[in-house]
């Protein structure tokens, strides 16, 4: 598996408004996830991202106090 380090990295090559802040406070898998995602734009015509089964379509997030 990759290092959270690298996935931030290669997450901000992508999507260098993403702040570190922000993401070091996701786990490496939810990182990966967000990181396929992003690579996703770059597939050929016609192939689309698969939001994997056991994540919800719609969640939240309190703001930090």
């Known amino acids: ?13 992508h999507n260098p ?8 406070t996701f786990t490496p898998t939810a990182l990966r996830s967000y990181l396929d995602h992003l690579m ?11 939001r994997p089964g056991d994540t919800p379509a719609i969640t939240s997030r309190a703001a930090a106090a």
């Open 40 to 50: 996703s734009r770059f597939d050929p015509k016609g192939s689309a991202w698969v």
């Open 17 to 24: 408004t993403a702040p570190v802040d922000w993401l070091i």
């Open 1 to 13: 598996m990759d290092s959270k380090a690298h996935l931030i990295d290669a997450i901000r090559t």
